[in-house]
């Protein structure tokens, strides 16, 4: 196990050795405009603010957006909501948003169920996640949502394949994202304050939290089978 983790990090110095000596120029670039939009960072927020409510409808329809794209991060705009808006508007704006993008990819599954179940059949993850919800579906789920690095959004377009009804999933599914966007929030408003401090000591809180969980995702997710195999029982 040492010697296999000592073989990974090595790998990943290496990589970013690689990087940095064929792209520094690039990130070089990146790292500036990130720079130059933080100078500006007030200029910015208040011409969104001057939108009036065309801004905040405009960034929930973007998070709407990236939960029914699933590949668009969601993490990135979650730190843009606090960025532009403060961390708890930044909050309630990144929830409406994911809440009503997280109806939407399950609505189309649910529509369009005939087309993609039999895709979805082929998956291990489908038959792991249909064993799950056979029983207990409402805590594994809420759970799952809580649980930072598990694909959420995938996990919408899941859901709409199965019985739940569409009012219970929008609770879970707004609800237990609420701690993870909170996290996100936080952190863009911090960016915008100038508090690097603070902004750093958020990722290490959140990174203490996730990456264990991470780590230990297959034991969690089989603890979380063993609870719903006793419930059965």
């Avoid at 990130?34 to 065309?54: C, D, N, Y």
């Avoid at 905040?56 to 960025?83: D, K, M, N, Y």
């Avoid at 599954?109 to 056979?134: A, C, D, G, T």
């Avoid at 694909?151 to 394949?161: A, I, N, R, T």
């Amino acid at each position: 196990m040492k010697k296999r983790n000592l073989i990974i990090a090595s790998a990943i110095v290496f990589l970013l050795f690689l990087s940095f000596v064929f792209f520094g120029h690039h990130i070089a670039a990146v790292v500036t405009w990130i720079l130059a939009l933080l100078e500006k960072r007030e200029a910015i927020r208040q011409f969104v603010l001057s939108l009036g409510p065309f801004g905040p409808l405009g960034f929930i329809l973007l998070q709407a957006l990236q939960v029914v794209l699933s590949p668009i991060p969601g993490e990135a705009t979650g730190v843009v909501g606090g960025f532009l808006f403060g961390k708890w508007l930044g909050l309630i704006y990144s929830t409406v948003g994911l809440g009503v993008g997280s109806v939407m990819a399950f609505s189309i599954s649910r529509r369009f169920r005939p087309v993609i179940e039999p895709w979805l059949r082929k998956s291990e993850w489908y038959w792991k996640l249909e064993s799950l919800l056979e029983h207990q579906g409402i805590f594994v789920c809420f759970f799952l949502y809580v649980f930072p690095g598990f694909p959420k959004d995938f996990l919408c377009y899941f859901l709409g394949l199965s019985r739940m009804p569409w009012q219970i999933f929008a609770f879970i599914a707004t609800v237990g994202r609420i701690p993870g966007t909170l996290m996100l929030s936080w952190q863009g408003a911090e960016i915008y304050n100038g508090n690097w401090a603070g902004f750093i000591s958020i990722v290490i809180i959140t990174a203490v939290v996730a990456l264990p969980a991470w780590y230990f995702r297959e034991r969690i997710y089989a603890w979380v089978e063993a609870r719903t195999r006793e419930g059965i029982q």
